[in-house]
């Protein structure tokens, strides 16, 4: 399958291929590791917000359960996200339905990135439930439009890349996690795929 990807007709594929997993299953696999290694930089913020605004510091057993809430939240969103994929990617076909996608995305890490700076630790609890979201969508849109577009001698391959993808964003995240400001840092790869969204093809099966 590698050589076919040289060929000059191909070149647009890997081209599309790239950018799906950049702006695809490679932010939802950053996504899966990076609250890990933040752990201790959230737990600590919100222990200070609520002391600035109740004059009180947080029992532990009550920082641990705020913490579950957001570590959960991103499966919770998840699970909607995969049970609105079929329905959504149906109505509105892949492309539109990755496109949209990305702007759900986006506001999630609007969320997360601004709650510092808004003094509001909620803002990471709706951030993680988005993009819990825009994963499930994503999980299951990117394999289907990327198998739509490709040709047949290359659909099993350019479905894997979807994998190896959320593979490296979970590295990425090993590698950044301790870095505080990583929070933030991912929401530039959302840019790539919603720059380069007009140039997708339509899904074959679709149009749409």
Sequence with gaps: ????????????????????????????????SVINYTSPYIQKFINE???ERYGSALHQETLTLLWSFIVSMY???????????GYLTAKYGKKKCLLFNDVVLIVATLNTGFSRRAKSFEMILIGRFLEGIGAGIHMNAHVQYAGEISP???????NVTS??????????????????????????????????????????????
């Design 152 to 158: 047949k001698k290359l659909r099993g391959f350019v």
């Design 163 to 208: 994998s190896v993808f959320l593979a490296l964003g979970k590295a990425v995240a090993r590698i950044l996690g301790l870095r505080y400001l990583c929070c933030s840092f991912w929401s530039c790869f959302l840019f790539v795929f919603l720059m380069a969204g007009k140039y997708c093809p339509p899904s074959p099966r679709t149009r749409c």
């Design 1 to 32: 399958a590698f050589h076919h990807l040289w060929q000059v007709q191909y070149r647009k594929l890997l081209l599309m291929i790239l950018v799906l997993g950049i702006g695809g299953t490679h932010l939802s696999g950053f996504q899966m």
């Design 49 to 51: 917000t609520w002391l």
């Design 75 to 85: 499966c919770v969103g998840g699970m909607i996200g995969c049970l609105c994929s």
